[in-house]
């Protein structure tokens, strides 16, 4: 009925979202549903951080914020680059936003001009190149393969480059791939992003998430002239399992930071008052907090590695990072969504067709979720591989 505008047109849903609706509401009718399409850890938001929701509830604390966030977050947010990575920040390098997904949508409006080249590795996490496009820019998708380890290498991001060639988006832990970026990873790119003046955002919200006594490094730590190219994001959904409290955070340049600022003041506002007191409670967790959560998803990242390379036909990667098995389909003969589709029709188990982060020949299984259901559910899938897979 309506013209919708241009800008939309080349803009895709989120099959994450949909994926894991259809399997609620599949759930709600009473199917027996088991979904490993949540990207959001299944524990509960620590008791010091709803408690502290609490206090500020009665303190009246439900008004209006300063729009970037409040100081004692942002010096929160300080602190915590300080400790976990020696980077030094002060609050005007500090926006805080209503989850690390408006962080980097902030950053590539401020930043992007129409046909400018925003480039990062393929499999993607599917929100990158839908935020290039209502930015009017030109998403660079630069093929991974999981032979590689899903390593984006200084020679595959030099052969991208053009002279409209602006931001390079890093994602270490990754979603969807499991991979990370290790500290030499990092500084070879560091040459090319030098070279070539680009921009990195770099999107670490899986940090702490990191497996196989792997060490997390963030480019920003590599020098002064990357910190100062590089804008970090990261937030309290994972880490802290607050998905929905919709907190996230970057820190960079003064002056990008500054006009993030105006585009909150004409968007967003302020994220909610509340959750901003809730993540400052949830950066003072001791590490300790941190280091458990990390065993248990570890030990489940094992778990289902070792069940799902028992479907026919399926190769997982082994996941370094953040709460996903990534697995190579290709065997199978089916493509992403048929499988997907199947799976959820047949044997009511949600997993997401890699055709939405850029790879049709995988599958993403995550394992932020029980270990009774890991069990069961690749079991359903194990049994229907042996039934439909030739
Ligand atoms: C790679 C990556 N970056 C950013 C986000 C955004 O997280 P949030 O907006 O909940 O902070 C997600 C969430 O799924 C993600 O997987």
């Excluded at 680009?198 to 020098?223: F, N, Q, R, T, V």
């Excluded at 967790?285 to 990390?294: D, F, I, M, N």
């Amino acid at each position: 009925m309506f013209k919708i505008a241009q800008r939309m047109s080349d803009v895709s849903p989120s099959a994450t979202l949909k994926l894991t609706s259809k399997a609620k509401a599949m759930k709600a009718k009473g199917l027996p549903v088991i979904s490993f399409g949540a990207g959001e850890p299944d524990f509960d938001t620590p008791a010091a951080v709803k408690e502290e929701a609490v206090r500020a509830l009665q303190a009246g604390f439900t008004k209006y914020t300063p729009t970037s966030g409040i100081p004692e977050l942002r010096e929160a947010v300080c602190r915590k680059f300080e400790e976990d990575q020696g980077l030094k920040y002060t609050p005007e390098n500090v926006v805080i936003s209503c989850g690390a997904k408006h962080s980097i949508y902030n950053l590539i409006q401020v930043l992007c001009d129409p046909q400018d080249e925003v480039l990062f590795s393929s499999p993607y996490w599917v929100s990158y190149p839908e935020m290039v496009y209502l930015a009017g820019g030109k998403p660079v998708a630069i093929e991974t393969t999981q032979k590689e380890g899903f390593r984006l290498t200084a020679e595959k991001l030099k052969s991208v480059l053009t002279p409209r060639s602006k931001i390079l988006i890093l994602n270490s832990p990754s979603n969807p791939t499991g991979g990370i970026l290790e500290e030499k990873d990092l500084a070879s790119l560091a040459e090319v992003i030098l070279k070539h003046n680009l921009i990195c955002i770099s999107d670490e919200i899986y940090e702490y998430y990191i497996y196989k006594g792997l060490k997390h490094s963030s480019i920003a730590a590599l020098s002064d002239e990357l910190k100062k190219r590089t804008f970090v994001v990261n937030g309290t959904s994972k880490s802290y399992s607050m998905t929905g409290l919709r907190v996230g955070y970057l820190a960079g340049d003064a002056e990008v930071v500054k006009k993030i600022g105006i585009l909150q003041d004409h968007s967003t506002s302020n994220p909610v008052s509340i959750s901003q007191r809730m993540a400052v409670a949830a950066l003072k967790l001791p590490k300790s907090y941190r280091a458990q959560v990390r065993e248990i998803f570890e030990k489940r990242s094992h778990l289902m590695q070792g069940l799902v390379a028992k479907a026919k036909g399926f190769v997982p990667f082994e996941a370094q990072g953040a709460f996903y098995v990534f697995c190579d389909i290709a065997r199978t003969g089916f493509d992403s969504e048929s499988l997907c589709d199947r799976l959820l029709e047949e044997v009511n188990v949600a997993a997401i067709p890699g055709k939405s982060f850029g790879s049709d020949k995988h599958v993403r299984f995550s394992f932020a979720c029980g270990e009774k259901d890991i069990e069961e559910g690749i079991q359903r899938v194990i049994g229907w591989t042996q039934k439909n897979v030739k």
